[in-house]
């Protein structure tokens, strides 16, 4: 395991390997910040963080931005406790901002199944806007069971069990600040 755990005893021991570090991931949202800003230049860009696993990465993505941008929310789930989507996706939050006619960006911690943003992407395409473009830190290829088109992608990762920046399991580890695998033995998998 890799030393950044040692700083969470409590739950150092439920990690497998650490799959993207902190430095990785700041160094590589200020890329996909710096590709964000050319290609809205001169435009007003509208970020959508899902909740709650986007948090970490709309807060530090948003730090490198020079655009003229908003940010709305959306709570949408899927997984509940587990570590499989269900395939049924529910709006627990819905968005504030009325989206037609505006650049729609939304920001995601990880396209899995893809389940959940082929949802999404269909609902608020639905809304009328401008434009709307994916921003997703982490994506897991071998899992597809939709494609989904990402416009900024952070890191394809393997087919495994993940969390930390945000992403959680049953609520747990979202606060650490880089990507872990979680070992098997704490899901009972
Ligand atoms: O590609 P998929 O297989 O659909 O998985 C991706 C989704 O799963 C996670 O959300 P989750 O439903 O766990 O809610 P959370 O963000 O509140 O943790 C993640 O934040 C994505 O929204
Ligand atoms: O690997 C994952 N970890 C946590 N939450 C998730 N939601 C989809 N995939 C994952």
């Not at 570090?21 to 910040?33: D, K, T, Y």
């Not at 037609?100 to 893809?114: A, K, P």
């Not at 401008?130 to 900024?152: C, F, G, N, W």
């Amino acid at each position: 395991m890799s030393t950044q755990a040692w700083n969470y005893p409590e739950v150092g021991g439920d990690l497998v390997n650490v799959v993207v570090s902190e430095e990785q991931i700041r160094q590589r949202l200020s890329e996909m910040a710096a590709r964000i800003d050319e290609d809205y230049a001169g435009q007003e860009v509208l970020l959508i963080g899902v909740l709650k696993g986007a948090a970490m990465v709309m807060s530090d993505l948003m730090r490198h931005l020079r655009s003229d941008v908003s940010m709305d929310w959306m709570a949408v789930s899927s997984y509940g406790k587990g570590t499989k989507s269900s395939g049924v996706v529910r709006i627990l939050k819905d968005l504030d901002t009325d989206l037609t006619g505006r650049h729609v960006l939304i920001v995601e911690d990880i396209i899995d199944s893809g389940l959940t943003l082929s949802w999404l992407i269909e609902n608020l395409r639905s809304r009328g806007p401008a434009s709307l473009e994916i921003a997703t830190l982490l994506r897991k290829p071998e899992a597809a069971k939709v494609e989904v088109d990402v416009r900024y992608l952070g890191f394809d990762i393997a087919n495994e069990f993940v969390v930390g920046y945000g992403l959680d399991y049953a609520e747990r580890y979202r606060q650490l600040p880089f990507v872990a695998v979680l070992a098997p033995h704490v899901y009972g998998g």
